[in-house]
């Protein structure tokens, strides 16, 4: 561990912060046997914020793993908060900023009613975030109920303005930014546009900058991950939730002119998944702050699970005896990976009575062919009472061999379970399938772009004409395009269709959504001549290609039976479905007629020439 130096720091001028995130309480609270494991690692982390005796405990985000947490999550969270964080001793931090700026009310630990020793404060994630009516979150209700402090909390997203939560003990002036969770694509747009703005002090030189925000911070794809190049520069710690493997090493530092800001990246307190980033060493850490200094220490908790993750690849495995059947083998070979894995997991005792027996243990394996496959429930039997996951210790993927890419892979299917796992969102899915798709499937007339614009627009936004009006937008303009020119064979229309679709695709992305929109809104009307009757315009042919003899008299023909009386039609329901339906049926009868007339015209042509 890192002790400050007490001759040079001041106990009256040092502010110790105990650092945490992602405690997800409520993860698999109705398993019987890891249902407690997110209480029991939130107990230790507030245990250690007594232990070291700091100003203030500060969270990350998704303290709850539900956005509605259950009555018994709630309970069991609020019973740890009482129990740790209130008392009588006083807390030595003073608060400048607005209070109902920053928490929309009066901070717990000022609160007459209230006795706070450790006090809280916390942003909101992904998991925890405000959702229903009124945007009321879990922490809302912490908040209220006095238990939690907190801040950042957002209600126009489509500009985000964050103020500082003004901290100062002795000489040690602390600003806190608070930035919760929003969808990362939209934070990536508005960091693009400009439209994030921090409140910067007129002394900033004096005073030390920290922002906490939960979102991603690996790439996971363009606008799908917040790059640290776009954070401001002014900041000096960036204490970054959500991923959930934990980066803390111990180091002491003091921000100098030029120099970028330094990242803490605490990970979770519980393992939600079992992939190899969660079966980390899993820590929360101390940040002590000295005026411009600070020390960051990692505390390794004691109480987590212990998890072990081994990746198997059996085409570089000797499987033993070649005469056994091979799948018998493969499940041979994994019980005694399965045995070395079992003795780290003892390894990995800290010794606490309150950390979990069984292990979680997991063994990704990349199998060659469906020989080496079995049945993996009934593997995962054998270990009932020795692991803390028996129905899922195995995951079995096909090993993939790397060779040349031939025309005939190029038409194969493609593989939509494996873009779905490697997809971090929908938007992500549909750019990767239509993208993996060989040429001749490639989609001719939608912009892939517009496609997940519209369906980033019905999720978001909840706007169920989005597609409609996609649609409509590319149709209009593809039939004015085709009307507008000199095609005539089908090679020509479809190079018609090609040149208009890479046109569509080079457009700006904003722009591309105003032409879309344009197209939609656009109708096909004609002015009437002084001499055409109403019911002749209304069912005038359009205008290119099969406006012949024959068709002027159809055109007649339609008139006439138009003016003859006819009876009352029933009243239909006009739905949006329909009338799209009705619009499309409309406009592909016009198009057979538009080819009919031209087939007759092209035979005519050729029996007077003969």
Request: glycine content about 6%.
């Amino acid at each position: 561990m890192v002790h400050n130096d007490e001759e040079s720091w001041s106990p009256e001028n040092t502010v110790r912060i105990l650092i945490a995130s992602d405690i997800h309480l409520g993860y698999l609270e109705n398993d019987s046997v890891r249902g407690e494991d997110s209480f029991v690692a939130f107990e230790e982390v507030l245990s250690l914020a007594v232990q070291y005796d700091v100003d203030l405990v500060l969270l990350g985000g998704d303290l709850f793993d539900h956005a509605k947490p259950s009555p018994s999550c709630m309970f069991k969270c609020t019973q740890s908060i009482r129990k740790y964080c209130f008392g009588d001793k006083p807390v030595s931090v003073e608060l400048l900023s607005d209070q109902l700026q920053n928490f929309s009310r009066v901070v717990n630990y000022e609160d007459p009613n209230l006795n706070i020793s450790y006090p809280i404060l916390s942003i909101h994630g992904n998991h925890d975030d405000p959702v229903g009516q009124g945007s009321i979150s879990s922490l809302d209700i912490l908040s209220i109920t006095g238990l939690v402090n907190y801040f950042g909390k957002w209600s126009d997203y489509t500009h985000v303005h964050v103020s500082p939560v003004l901290l100062r003990k002795g000489e040690t002036k602390l600003s806190l930014y608070g930035l919760s969770h929003l969808k990362d694509q939209r934070l990536s747009r508005l960091f693009l546009e400009k439209k994030v703005e921090m409140d910067t002090l007129e002394d900033s030189n004096d005073w030390f900058n920290i922002l906490v925000l939960h979102q991603n911070r690996a790439d996971r794809g363009y606008g799908n991950y917040i790059p640290e190049s776009v954070l401001p520069t002014f900041l000096d710690l960036v204490i970054w939730g959500h991923e959930h493997d934990s980066q803390v090493f111990a180091f002491r530092d003091v921000k100098r002119d030029n120099e970028s800001f330094c990242v803490v990246q605490p990970g979770s307190t519980v393992a939600t998944s079992l992939a190899a980033g969660e079966a980390l060493p899993k820590h929360c850490v101390l940040l002590q702050l000295h005026k411009k200094e600070y020390i960051v220490t990692p505390l390794p908790l004691k109480t987590i699970r212990p998890f072990i993750f081994k990746t198997v690849v059996l085409s570089e495995e000797n499987l033993g005896d070649k005469k056994i059947k091979e799948c018998d083998r493969v499940q041979e070979f994994l019980k005694l990976k399965m045995e070395e894995a079992l003795e780290e997991a003892n390894k990995m005792r800290s010794g606490n009575p309150n950390q979990p027996a069984l292990p979680l243990i997991r063994l990704s394996v990349f199998y060659e062919h469906e020989n080496q496959d079995f049945n993996r429930i009934r593997f995962g039997q054998c270990y009932n009472g020795i692991v803390a996951n028996p129905n899922d210790i195995l995951i079995m993927k096909r090993e993939k061999k790397i060779t040349k890419r031939t025309e005939k892979m190029e038409e194969e299917e493609v593989d939509i379970g494996r873009a779905a796992m490697e997809a971090s969102d929908v938007e992500s899915l549909l750019r990767s399938y239509f993208g993996a798709l060989p040429p001749d499937r490639r989609l001719a007339v939608l912009s892939v772009r517009t496609v997940t614009e519209a369906v980033r627009d019905f999720v978001l936004k909840r706007d169920d004409g989005v597609f409609r009006r996609v649609l409509e937008g590319h149709r209009r303009r593809f039939v004015d395009a085709l009307l507008d020119s000199t095609a005539e064979t089908d090679d020509e229309v479809r190079e018609r269709l090609k040149s208009c679709k890479v046109d569509l695709d080079a457009t700006d992305e904003s722009k591309l959504r105003v032409l879309i929109e344009k197209a939609a809104a656009k109708r096909h009307v004609e002015p009437l001549a002084d001499d055409e009757p109403p019911g002749e315009a209304a069912e005038r042919p359009m205008r290119g290609r099969g406006r012949g003899r024959g068709a002027r008299a159809r055109g007649r023909s339609r008139a006439a039976a138009l003016t003859a009386p006819q009876p009352m039609p029933e009243p239909e329901r006009r739905t949006p479905r329909r009338l799209a339906a009705r619009k499309s049926t409309e406009w592909l009868h016009n198009l057979a007629a538009e080819r009919t007339a031209r087939r007759r015209r092209d035979s005519s042509d050729i029996e007077l020439s003969d």
